[in-house]
């Protein structure tokens, strides 16, 4: 813990990497188990706080928990590569064995139990990671609502957990799954999902009943929450996390 | 100068902060000039789980004076305020709310806790 005046409390873990898994070569999972015991619960949407150890100074950065609280340990997180991320570049040089140490686990965009309403997903690459969990709490639920996911990527091996997903999408008949992909460009990639959302959930008819979690990246994000707020969607019926 | 006094509602002891908002960015979290960017980068904590992303409410704090010399809450951050515990309608997120008066005088009170957290458990 920091001595700094209005340091928290906050309980710290460490973790030691049990396993890693490459999904693509810019993709990869970490599956992580508590060192000391002690083990964190969390709801499905969460994030812990990784501290990223760098020359000068150490920084806290968030991933998102991508396996299911049912699961126990080891709990897996996801991460790719971005231009200057210094916490993933980090996390890339990590080994099999390695320790890490995190605060949390944190978070508002969480799911605990599904609506009675139709519930809509919209995921894009590794922003599937904190909708993943919701998925299988809410598909667990029983009786559980219509449930629909939405899975956009810029290439098929960034869809990632896919063959779990279209399992699941064979044995829930409520839960039907639908994936983009596009590979002209971020800004390409969320005019699909844009007019997809516009498509199917605005323009099909006067339903506004539903209940959607958006995860993604950029500023896509905040035009798919306005054009379904702007739609009639109620405010609290959106629900999203911007990466 | 603009200035930042300090309370915490878990009793630590209150701290002051004088800078010039034109000199921001004091770190690399959360939006330049921010009352979390002005407080980090004057080794004083507050936390903010999620890198300053505007993506938690860890660093949930309730203005007492000043809320008009801040900049305006954007519908994200209202969102997030939704779930923040001890909401207050002077509440702000400090990776978000930036000091834009060069000569203002805030006050803020840092809660003692979040919903953003579930409690570890031993027993399972």
Redesign the interface.
């Known amino acids: 813990m ?1 001595g ?5 409390r ?2 710290s ?1 460490q973790a030691r990497i049990e396993r890693i898994l490459d999904h693509a070569q810019d993709t990869r999972s970490l599956f992580l188990r508590i060192v000391d ?7 499905p949407g ?2 812990i ?1 990784i501290s990223i150890p760098l020359a000068d100074e150490t ?4 991933y998102t928990i991508a396996s299911s609280p049912e699961d ?1 340990e080891p709990f897996e997180i996801v991460f790719n590569r971005v231009t200057g991320g210094a916490g993933v570049a980090w996390l890339f040089e990590r080994k099999a064995e390695d320790e890490i140490n995190f ?7 969480t799911l605990e139990r599904a609506p009675e309403r139709e519930l809509v997903f919209i995921a894009e690459g590794t922003a599937i990671a904190p909708i993943r969990p919701m998925l299988r709490r809410v598909l667990e639920q029983k009786p559980g609502p219509p449930v629909r996911l939405l899975y956009a990527a810029d290439r098929a091996d960034h869809l990632l957990f896919r063959n779990e997903i279209e399992r699941w999408a064979m044995t829930h008949p409520q839960f039907q799954f639908e994936t983009i992909i596009a590979d002209a460009g971020h800004e390409a990639l969320y005019a699909r999902i844009i007019a997809e959302v516009k498509r199917r959930w605005v323009a099909a008819d006067g339903d506004r009943t539903r209940h959607f979690y958006v995860c993604g990246v950029g500023a896509g994000v ?1 035009r798919i ?1 306005d054009v379904l707020r702007g739609a009639g969607y109620e ?2 019926a959106v629900r ?4 | 100068m603009a200035r930042i006094r ?1 309370l ?1 509602e878990s009793g ?2 209150k ?1 002051i902060v004088e800078f010039n908002p034109a000199d921001a960015p004091f770190q ?2 959360g939006q330049s000039g921010s009352i979390l960017d002005v ?1 980090l980068g004057h ?9 300053g ?6 660093c949930h704090v309730i203005v007492k004076q000043g809320y008009d010399k801040l900049s305006e809450a954007s ?2 951050e209202e ?2 305020l ?2 923040a515990p001890g909401l207050t309608p002077t509440s702000r997120l400090g990776c978000q709310a930036v000091v834009e008066d060069a000569d203002a005088e805030i006050v803020i009170l ?1 809660p003692r806790y ?1 919903i ?7 027993d ?1």
Request: glycine share 8%.
């Open positions: 920091s700094e005046p209005g340091a928290g906050r309980p873990y015991g002690a083990r964190p619960r969390w709801t969460m994030f706080s920084r806290v950065r968030p126990g605060t949390g686990p944190f978070g508002a965009f905040l929450r405010r609290r999203y996390e911007q990466w | 300090i915490f630590e002891p701290q690399h979290d407080l080794h004083i904590h507050l936390e903010h789980a999620c890198g992303n505007c993506a938690c409410t860890t519908e994200q969102d997030l939704d779930r840092v979040t953003n957290q579930v409690s570890e458990s031993r399972e």
